[in-house]
């Protein structure tokens, strides 16, 4: 069946570091891929998303692309900050919606 | 509303309490979802409506849960006879264009 695998955490990186949480996915059909951010305490927020092959998604300097030759939508962002600290899910759609166990991102001044 | 309205935020029951837990999605989504969240874990899929139908409900737990959302609106998550396992965010969607849209959940803790 469809699911996600993203790397396991927590990940601790200083500020104005490069971040890379890697995601793959398992599906049939033509799924969209998604980013989700939760801060403590909050709800799962959409950061991004790309709906196919070599898509895209970007927003607040967090990037991902939809490759489909790899299975991969990996979330990247050339330079973190304290306030980017918070839980990652990959995502992805197909029959439903199916999420990855989360990465915790720490980032210190 | 703006955003998936959920409340309680924070419920504490005793074991063997009923619950409810209401759900006020985004005005015009027809689809809306419920997930069960463990701590430290990604959300787990637990139901699912389109307008007032509730069209897979595979992942609830066990029969002591039950949605409904009679009116194709507000939804409402029952737990009856609550056990600490039950102990969880409950997280409610709903979703445009195959997107998700999530509330701030409702911590549901047994003791």
């Known amino acids: 069946g469809d699911s996600v695998t993203q790397m396991e955490g927590p990940v601790t990186l200083s500020e104005e570091a490069f971040l890379t949480i890697n995601c793959t996915y398992t599906?049939?059909?033509?799924?969209?891929l998604f980013w989700y951010v939760q801060y403590p305490g909050e709800g799962l927020q959409l950061l991004l998303k790309?709906?196919?092959?070599?898509d895209k998604g970007s927003n607040k300097g967090f990037e991902a692309t939809y490759r489909k030759e790899t299975t991969s939508f990996h979330l990247e962002k050339g330079s973190v900050q304290v306030s980017d600290s918070a839980v990652y899910f990959c995502?992805?759609?197909?029959?439903?919606?199916?999420f990855g166990t989360g990465t915790s991102l720490t980032v210190i001044p | 509303g703006a955003g998936v309205s959920q409340s309680p935020r924070y419920k504490v029951a005793k074991r063997g309490q009923d619950v409810a837990l209401r759900c006020d999605p985004i005005?015009?989504?027809?689809?809306l979802f419920w997930y069960q969240q463990a701590l430290g874990q990604g959300p787990e899929f637990l139901t699912y409506?389109?307008?007032?139908?509730?069209?897979?409900k595979s992942g609830l737990p066990s029969d002591r849960f039950f949605a409904e959302r009679p009116e194709g609106s507000v939804s409402t998550l029952k737990i009856q006879r609550t056990q600490q396992e039950d102990s969880a965010v409950y997280l409610c969607?709903?979703?445009?264009?195959?997107?998700?849209?999530f509330g701030e959940g409702s911590r549901l803790t047994v003791l």
């Open positions: 790309a709906t196919k092959a070599d």
């Open positions: 409506f389109q307008n007032e139908a509730q069209l897979d």
């Open positions: 599906a049939t059909g033509y799924p969209s």
């Open positions: 995502a992805l759609t197909g029959n439903q919606f199916y």
């Open positions: 969607a709903s979703s445009l264009e195959r997107t998700l849209f």
């Open positions: 005005s015009g989504h027809v689809s």
